[in-house]
Structures are given as C-alpha cells and as structure tokens.
C-alpha cells in the first residue's frame, strides 16, 4: 500500500481557535472587562470618594500614611495591564506566534501584581487583615498560573495554531 499515509489519532495535531484555546480565548476577551471594572472600583470607591482629601492630607483626624502612593500605583498598574490584554487580544485572534510568551509573562505579573499589592495593602494598613476577596484573588491567580502557563508551553494545538508573525 505505497503512497497511503496512516495516522494514529494521537500524530493528529489540531490548529486552531478551539478545544482548551476557548477557555483561553473566553478569560482574554473578558480580561479588559474586568479591569476596567477595577479601575471604576479605585476610582469610585477612594480617589472619587468626598473624604479622599482627608485620606491624603497629613494633618487630616482621617489621614493614613502611604494611601496615596498605594492608590496611584494600583491605578497605574490597573492601566498597564488594561492595555497589555488589549495587545493580548489582538495576538489572540490573529494567532500570533507573541501570543503564548506574552500571555504566560502576563499571566505570572498578574498573580505577583496581586501578591504584591495585597503586601503593600497590609504595610498601610497594618491593623487590617486580608479581606476574603483578596485570598481569593490572590488564589485564583496563582492557581490560573498553575494551569495555563504549562498548557501554553507543552500544548501541541498552541504550537500549531499560533505561528503568524
């Protein structure tokens, strides 16, 4: 039987936007989305807020030290990463070869930025405890790095699917 290729289902390399890649394709579309939720909620809750001049002015009964700069670079980082899962989008749907590297480094800065704002959370506020929501934050992103970072390193359908440059 010369010229009959036989393939086991295994040799079968799939390309394309689908299997797992939905998943991911679902968490990068909805990941704009919810940063700029977090940007409303920085900016509705304190900066907006009436009493952030008193949070902020040293000789205010209502001041904390270091709010401000902890405020800031939380909307500054707010900003970078809106932007960078703009750019991840785009290296999403045009299957660019980018696309895993960067989404893996964003996926890693993601969990550390979360991680480390929380640290610096608790230096301003050294009373406070972690509040429910940000363990589980802190959770989800270092569990999500735990999974999709392998997959977008070993996964043979990424391999085949992102190669535009």
Same mark, same amino acid.
Not at 10 to 27: A, E, Q, R, S, Y
Not at 28 to 41: E, G, H, K, R
Not at 118 to 135: G, K, R, Y
């Given at each position: 039987?010369?010229?009959?290729?036989?393939?086991?289902?295994?040799?079968?390399?799939?390309?394309?936007?689908?299997?797992?890649? !939905?998943?991911?394709? +679902? %968490?990068? @579309?909805?990941?704009? $989305?919810?940063?700029? /939720?977090?940007?409303? *909620?920085?900016? #509705?809750?304190?900066?907006?807020?009436?009493?952030?001049?008193?949070?902020?002015?040293?000789?205010?009964?209502?001041?904390?030290?270091?709010?401000?700069?902890?405020? !800031?670079?939380?909307? +500054? %980082?707010? @900003?970078?990463?809106? $932007?960078?899962?703009? /750019?991840?989008?785009? *290296?999403?749907? #045009?299957?660019?070869?980018?696309?895993?590297?960067?989404?893996?480094?964003?996926?890693?800065?993601?969990?550390?930025?979360?991680?480390?704002?929380?640290?610096?959370?608790?230096?301003?506020?050294?009373?406070?405890?972690?509040?429910?929501?940000?363990?589980?934050?802190?959770?989800?992103?270092?569990?999500?790095?735990?999974?999709?970072?392998?997959?977008?390193?070993?996964?043979?359908?990424?391999?085949?699917?992102?190669?535009?440059?």
């Amino acid at each position: 039987m010369s010229g009959v290729l036989f393939l086991h289902m295994n040799d079968i390399v799939k390309k394309g936007l689908g299997g797992w890649l !939905i998943l991911v394709g +679902i %968490g990068v @579309v909805f990941n704009p $989305i919810n940063q700029i /939720y977090q940007l409303n *909620l920085i900016y #509705k809750d304190t900066i907006g807020a009436v009493y952030w001049k008193f949070l902020i002015t040293p000789n205010s009964e209502s001041y904390v030290p270091y709010l401000q700069p902890l405020i !800031i670079s939380e909307l +500054i %980082g707010c @900003v970078i990463f809106t $932007i960078a899962s703009l /750019y991840m989008i785009y *290296l999403f749907f #045009k299957e660019k070869k980018l696309f895993p590297k960067f989404f893996c480094y964003f996926m890693f800065f993601n969990a550390l930025w979360v991680c480390v704002d929380a640290f610096f959370a608790m230096l301003v506020f050294p009373d406070e405890q972690l509040d429910s929501e940000t363990i589980r934050e802190m959770i989800r992103a270092i569990i999500a790095c735990s999974i999709w970072i392998p997959y977008m390193l070993v996964s043979k359908r990424v391999a085949a699917t992102f190669i535009n440059y």
